[in-house]
């Protein structure tokens, strides 16, 4: 049975992906690369049911739970009213 729960506000680690990246399919897993300023550089390795596209966010809750959240689902679940995107 679904049940309705209330959460606390959180802080999440999320990534949005860029144009200048590459998302490659590696198993049954996507791996994202892209090489920020400097010597800063993202290597995500998630799971997605559909094709990752440039402004879609990952998102990782741990270690091991990192997975696609398309933009329009982000954007409306975590920039709202008490909620900021650094």
């Known amino acids: 049975m679904i ?7 959180c802080t999440i680690l999320a990534c949005c992906i860029e144009k200048e990246g590459t ?17 800063v550089r993202t290597k995500l390795t998630f799971t997605a049911t559909t094709k990752p596209k440039v402004g879609d966010y990952i998102i990782q809750l741990d270690k091991e ?22």
């Open 23 to 39: 998302v490659t399919k590696k198993d049954d897993k996507f791996v994202y690369e892209c090489k920020g300023k400097g010597a």
């Open 65 to 86: 739970d990192i997975y696609l959240c398309k933009r329009e689902v982000f954007l409306k679940k975590y920039k709202v009213k008490g909620m900021v995107i650094k």
């Open 3 to 9: 049940k309705e729960y209330t959460t606390k506000p």
